[in-house]
């Protein structure tokens, strides 16, 4: 391993500043996804700058109308809120890799990297949840933008996420037996007037099924995709599942999703 220097910064500002001024520094969240990247040699960052000690990253606050999570707080500590108003958001977090990630890992280090295979980016874009940074709020559908892109900017700093309060949500992935990465995963969420679909795991960034929107916006049952299929042209190809394979799971990921739904505590 490289030399590299370590800061535990202790303000937002300062570590804006950080990372502003070395192109190769790095954000240092839970470490579940930077570290076993750097093991492989797909990073090298001069400088890790820690966001443990900055205040307010970490809380997580539950009103009528959503749930916002901070930053830094733990895929453990979403998986507790299912009877909390985010029933659909712990659903998720509960099925997150083991529970060494699940303790270590948070929100924000999850969806900046924006792993295609990674759970958390398929609920925040199908809860319809708003990315809130150091200088702006984001709205999902514009914040996941192509494989490990976001719209952040260099040195933009993820501070919480908000989610607003779904009637019903639900998630389904088929995970890889080796790995438990996401091989294809569907978020479905019912807002009462309409509904939103994610699908991770199948493209190279988690997207929108609009045309599934649409069939379950006046049925939202699993028999409204009885004659549902999906081409195969844009999917992922590799050594884990063909493009044919996941255009085959989707539609059966969302209808497990559907079955799934719980609702929200009022």
Not at 179 to 201: E, K
């Amino acid at each position: 391993m490289h030399a590299f220097d370590y800061i535990r910064a202790s303000s937002l500002a300062e570590a804006e500043r950080l990372l502003g001024s070395d192109p190769d520094a790095k954000l240092l969240a839970g470490g579940q996804t930077l570290l076993p990247a750097w093991k492989h040699g797909l990073n090298a960052p001069s400088l890790l700058i820690d966001l443990q000690d900055i205040a307010g990253l970490s809380d997580l606050s539950i009103g009528h109308d959503g749930v916002t999570v901070g930053a830094m707080v733990r895929h453990a500590q979403v998986a507790r809120l299912k009877d909390s108003g985010a029933a659909g958001l712990a659903m998720l977090a509960c099925g997150i890799a083991d529970p060494q990630v699940r303790n270590l890992g948070t929100i924000g280090g999850s969806i900046a990297n924006n792993d295609p295979a990674a759970d958390y980016p398929a609920a925040v874009l199908g809860l319809d949840a708003r990315v809130i940074t150091n200088r702006r709020e984001i709205a999902s559908d514009r914040f996941f933008t192509d494989l490990f892109s976001t719209a952040l900017e260099p040195d933009e700093i993820i501070v919480a996420v908000r989610f607003p309060k779904a009637r019903r949500a639900g998630y389904f992935k088929v995970a890889n037996p080796a790995s438990g990465y996401v091989t294809v995963g569907a978020f479905v969420a019912d807002f009462g007037d309409h509904v939103r679909v994610a699908i991770n795991g199948a493209r190279t960034c988690v997207y929108r099924d609009k045309t599934c929107e649409r069939l379950l916006s006046d049925n939202l049952s699993a028999a409204a995709l009885r004659d549902y299929i999906v081409a195969p042209d844009d999917l992922n190809d590799d050594m884990h599942a063909s493009a044919s394979y996941r255009a085959h799971l989707i539609p059966r990921a969302i209808a497990r999703a559907i079955g799934r739904m719980t609702e929200t505590p009022s």
